[in-house]
């Protein structure tokens, strides 16, 4: 028998079509509609990558640290060269003692900006990710925070230029967790501090 790769790649997809539902056309896989059995919605599924994040800071801020690149530094505890060393210098280093080093989110990899005091971490920010932002932080909802960690020890709202914000205060042991939403469905970012 004499195949050519195209008469593989249409086997190929005959298969796919009698397993995943899919529909083969002009020499392409297109997706069909398929049971939720089958197949989930990207919507699901960013869905439930929104809430591993949520729930991936949850034991790590018990010991003052995120998850993720910077697992290992410590609110309080871990100096500017544990920083440095962990995950290099700062894109855009803090002009003055009060300011942010910017660790700016890159392909795969979270923002982050932490700031220090005395030369040791006094904040860390978590930014997320940009790219499928939606299955980061960007999926995460008040309402989705609230059911899942139960009452928040204090909320608030602030104002950060012309945006007003809902700043939702977790205490985890020494340490306090905040959520900054834009509105009830954006999350902005993460803050971690001492209490």
């Given at each position: ?165 809902q700043k939702v205060v ?26």
């Amino acid at each position: 028998m004499n195949f050519t790769l195209r008469h593989i790649a249409r086997n190929v997809a005959l298969v796919a079509v009698a397993a995943f539902g899919l529909t083969y056309a002009s020499g392409e896989l297109m997706y069909a509609s398929a049971s939720p059995a089958v197949v989930q919605t990207k919507a699901q599924s960013a869905q439930e990558h929104a809430l591993e994040t949520l729930m991936s800071f949850y034991k790590p801020a018990l010991l003052g640290q995120f998850p993720g690149e910077v697992k290992g530094l410590t609110v309080g505890k871990s100096t500017r060269s544990d920083v440095d060393k962990l995950i290099g210098k700062a894109d855009v280093p803090g002009k003055d003692a009060d300011a942010f080093d910017v660790y700016h989110a890159e392909m795969g990899h979270p923002g982050y900006a932490i700031s220090y005091k005395l030369n040791k971490v006094r904040e860390m920010r978590y930014f997320g990710t940009n790219v499928e932002r939606e299955t980061n932080i960007g999926g995460i909802t008040l309402k989705m925070l609230k059911q899942h960690w139960g009452k928040p020890t204090a909320t608030t709202t602030i104002k950060n230029g012309k945006l007003v914000q809902q700043k939702v205060v977790y205490n985890r042991g020494s340490y306090a967790l905040t959520f900054i939403f834009n509105d009830a469905t954006h999350l902005d970012h993460i803050n971690l501090t001492k209490r």
